[in-house]
């Protein structure tokens, strides 16, 4: 049936034309992913973009480190509303005693630095110093048998 059906071909346009009109269009739309492959990468900081992923890594380790002191601190702050540790704070820092002791303060004329009496100190042992010799030396002296220590 669609052998007795004439067509006319288009007027003025050949099919070489059409074809050479895709191939612009793939050569134009190849350039064009090109031009805003270059766009992208020079216009667009994507350095940055890639470097601000490690930024947030390193930021997440410091919040981690941070929180974990906040937590000893917060350990710090709540040992310090118990009893002892007011008694241990009163007692140090403000000299307070309880009823029935007596507080005793010590002071030390101005000028005067107290004799701290030296404790002995332990002979240094010998160290054994081997000079740094390089690879090529030490390899010379395993050939030689210079690395051979004597006994005695």
């Known amino acids: 049936m ?7 071909e288009p007027t003025g346009v050949s099919t070489s034309r059409v074809r050479r009109g895709g191939r612009w269009r793939s050569v134009l739309l190849l350039v064009l992913f ?8 020079g216009v667009l900081p994507v350095r940055e973009y890639l ?3 490690q930024d947030v890594e390193s930021a997440q380790l410091e919040l981690d480190r941070l929180n974990a002191g906040n937590a000893v ?12 540790e007011i008694e241990r704070v009163a007692r140090e820092q403000y000299g307070f005693v309880r009823e029935g002791e007596i507080g005793y303060i010590i002071t030390t004329p101005e ?4 004799v701290i009496e030296a404790q002995p100190q332990s002979q240094p042992q010998s160290v054994a110093v081997t000079e740094k010799r390089s690879f090529f030396e030490r390899i010379w002296d395993f050939v030689t048998g210079r690395d051979q220590t004597t006994d005695g």
């Not at 090109?34 to 990468?41: K, S």
């Open 111 to 114: 000028g005067f630095e107290p």
């Open 51 to 53: 470097d601000r992923g």
């Open 73 to 84: 601190l917060a350990a710090d702050i709540s040992a310090l509303y118990t009893d002892q």
């Open 2 to 8: 669609t052998d007795t059906l004439v067509r006319p």
């Open 34 to 41: 090109v031009v805003a492959g270059f766009a992208v990468t």
